[in-house]
């Protein structure tokens, strides 16, 4: 039976920083068939730092893609077809050359080779982590408990994503699942981000408001292989029918 996971690994340690953005401006990066999904009215975007360990595609280790650090700019939106809910990436960064190939040629992600240097210490019952990008930084501590998200709360629209939008080279949106057990949140003491945390978007973003930041625990992940939204949509009507003639 063929596996429907093309890769596997550990997304640990996210700092997730979001920010309001004009509607008009994430617009423009939506994909076929997809709408933005507001929080309060409001249209955000997000960006995540966090350590990507034990990388695997097709069940198949990477040499030197064992534990880094990757950064990436996402907004939130769903599906006019099926109504999934998910994320769109603006823009995806980190230091392995590998990553960036796979994810643009075979993927059509715009990701891109950066720089990226991360530290995490431990100092008595308080976590300290960062990470460095060209130009600027971004860190927190926090203490080591953690606790679940709040239901119908901004962290859970931000944090609860399971599906990646992405418009194919044929124009067409193709949806990734991403597999992984709820995650949980720190309670954090304190954080800094450089006010050129969004140097390597288009300058439009620059006029992006501040909202929040979490610190969030992670998981071991499994992304399956990308289907059509058609072709969701069209497995939705059989079943349907199925059940209907039942």
Same mark, same amino acid.
């Given at each position: 039976?063929?596996?429907?996971?093309?890769?596997?690994?550990?997304?640990?340690?996210?700092?997730?920083?979001?920010?309001?953005?004009?509607?008009?401006?994430?617009?423009?990066?939506?994909?076929?068939?997809?709408?933005?999904?507001?929080?309060?009215?409001?249209?955000?975007?997000?960006?995540?730092?966090?350590?990507?360990? =034990?990388?695997?595609?097709?069940?198949?280790?990477?040499?030197?893609?064992?534990?880094?650090?990757?950064?990436?700019?996402?907004?939130?939106?769903?599906?006019?077809?099926?109504? =999934?809910?998910?994320?769109?990436?603006?823009?995806?960064?980190?230091?392995?050359?590998?990553?960036?190939?796979?994810?643009?040629?075979?993927?059509?992600?715009?990701?891109?080779?950066?720089?990226?240097?991360?530290?995490?210490?431990?100092?008595?019952?308080?976590?300290?982590?960062?990470?460095?990008?060209?130009?600027?930084?971004?860190?927190?501590?926090a203490a080591i408990e953690k606790r679940d998200l709040e239901g119908d709360s901004l962290e859970h629209f931000i944090v609860d994503r399971y599906i990646a939008f992405?418009?194919?080279?044929?124009?067409?949106?193709?949806?990734?699942?991403?597999?992984?057990?709820?995650?949980?949140?720190?309670?954090?003491?304190?954080?800094?981000? =450089?006010?050129?945390?969004?140097?390597?978007?288009?300058?439009?973003?620059?006029?992006?408001?501040?909202?929040?930041?979490?610190?969030? =625990?992670?998981?071991?992940?499994?992304?399956?292989?990308?289907?059509?939204?058609?072709?969701?949509?069209?497995?939705?009507?059989?079943?349907?029918?199925?059940?209907?003639?039942?």
């Amino acid at each position: 039976m063929r596996t429907k996971t093309f890769m596997t690994g550990k997304w640990e340690d996210l700092i997730i920083s979001t920010y309001e953005v004009e509607k008009e401006i994430l617009e423009k990066y939506l994909p076929l068939n997809t709408e933005l999904q507001l929080f309060e009215g409001k249209a955000l975007m997000s960006m995540v730092a966090f350590t990507f360990a =034990d990388v695997k595609f097709f069940g198949m280790k990477i040499p030197f893609h064992q534990k880094f650090g990757e950064i990436n700019y996402r907004f939130y939106v769903k599906s006019k077809i099926t109504g =999934d809910r998910g994320v769109v990436f603006l823009k995806e960064y980190a230091s392995k050359p590998i990553m960036a190939f796979i994810a643009n040629r075979i993927y059509n992600e715009p990701f891109f080779v950066k720089g990226i240097r991360r530290k995490k210490e431990m100092k008595g019952n308080e976590l300290f982590m960062s990470y460095n990008y060209p130009h600027g930084r971004v860190h927190v501590s926090a203490a080591i408990e953690k606790r679940d998200l709040e239901g119908d709360s901004l962290e859970h629209f931000i944090v609860d994503r399971y599906i990646a939008f992405v418009k194919n080279r044929k124009k067409k949106t193709t949806q990734y699942k991403i597999n992984h057990k709820p995650w949980k949140l720190y309670k954090m003491n304190s954080v800094h981000i =450089d006010m050129t945390a969004l140097s390597l978007l288009p300058t439009e973003f620059n006029r992006a408001k501040y909202i929040s930041t979490y610190f969030v =625990d992670g998981s071991s992940i499994s992304v399956e292989k990308g289907i059509l939204q058609q072709e969701t949509n069209t497995k939705t009507v059989i079943k349907l029918e199925t059940l209907y003639l039942q």
